[in-house]
């Protein structure tokens, strides 16, 4: 059994960073909360942390300020800012601190969670511990993502990487709804107008090649994203 990867999340509003514990929790990970810089620091001190998600303005030491601290010594551990500050200069200088990612606020749980899977998988070279099999069923047809094959009534075929991200996190969500925004920024690494063209391009391409068997669909969802619709088999 894979042990999941254990997160530190420093946010001074409770009711949110409670939320967020609770929800990582509820999705595989180890999570736990600390209401300032300073707590968040001597957290981190105590070592164990795979990520650490820190929002930007809170009390006795902000967010930029902290992650330079734990710079200085760690260049690897990943560090994503949360804040409601959405200006350039304040998404640059997030970066400047040493992050890997910046999201502002508000912003969807299903984002946040394509967000940290896909920076740990960038920083540590992993796919995210919680458990994915080897091989979906998707109705006649069988999907490999870590091979990036898919095996329809007509044959195989080798996916490309982005083919192969996108099948997945459809499968990962099958029969519930993909947000558009967040699958942009797992798979593209941000949603601007020309990578939104570029993924409508990729998901005809999937329905092109799932298009064998028809009990399998991939439909939009106006104004929200798209479904994966299909039955897996016992």
């Known amino acids: 059994m894979s042990v999941p990867h254990k997160l530190l999340v420093v946010e001074d509003d409770h009711n949110l960073g409670t939320l967020l514990v609770e929800y990582l929790r509820a999705k595989g990970y180890e999570a736990d909360l600390r209401s300032d810089g300073q707590l968040g620091k001597a957290a981190y001190e105590l070592g164990g942390y795979d990520m650490l998600i820190l929002d930007v303005m809170m009390p006795l030491k902000d967010g930029f300020t902290l992650a330079r601290e734990i710079r200085q010594r760690d260049a690897t551990t990943p560090i994503m800012f949360l804040s409601a500050k959405a200006m350039k200069q304040d998404t640059i200088e997030g970066f400047r601190s040493g992050a890997d990612d910046y999201m502002t606020k508000p912003f969807s749980m299903e984002e946040l969670l394509l967000r940290v899977g896909a920076v740990l998988r960038r920083a540590k070279g992993v796919e995210p511990k919680a458990p994915e099999p080897e091989e979906y069923a998707v109705g006649a047809c069988t999907f490999q993502p870590r091979r990036q094959i898919l095996r329809t009534p007509m044959g195989e075929r080798k996916l490309t990487t982005k083919e192969n991200e996108l099948l997945r996190?459809?499968?990962?969500?099958?029969?519930?709804?993909?947000?558009?925004?967040?699958?942009?920024?797992?798979?593209?690494?941000?949603?601007?107008?020309?990578?939104?063209?570029?993924?409508?391009?990729?998901?005809?391409?999937?329905?092109?090649?799932?298009?064998?068997?028809?009990?399998?669909?991939?439909?939009?969802?106006?104004?929200?994203?798209?479904r994966l619709i299909s039955e897996a088999r016992d």
Do not use: Q
Not at 187 to 202: A, L, T
């Open 169 to 226: 996190l459809l499968c990962m969500n099958r029969n519930e709804v993909l947000d558009r925004s967040a699958a942009l920024i797992a798979v593209w690494g941000d949603d601007s107008y020309f990578n939104g063209r570029s993924m409508d391009v990729y998901i005809a391409k999937l329905r092109k090649y799932l298009r064998d068997d028809p009990s399998v669909e991939i439909i939009n969802v106006h104004g929200k994203g798209f």
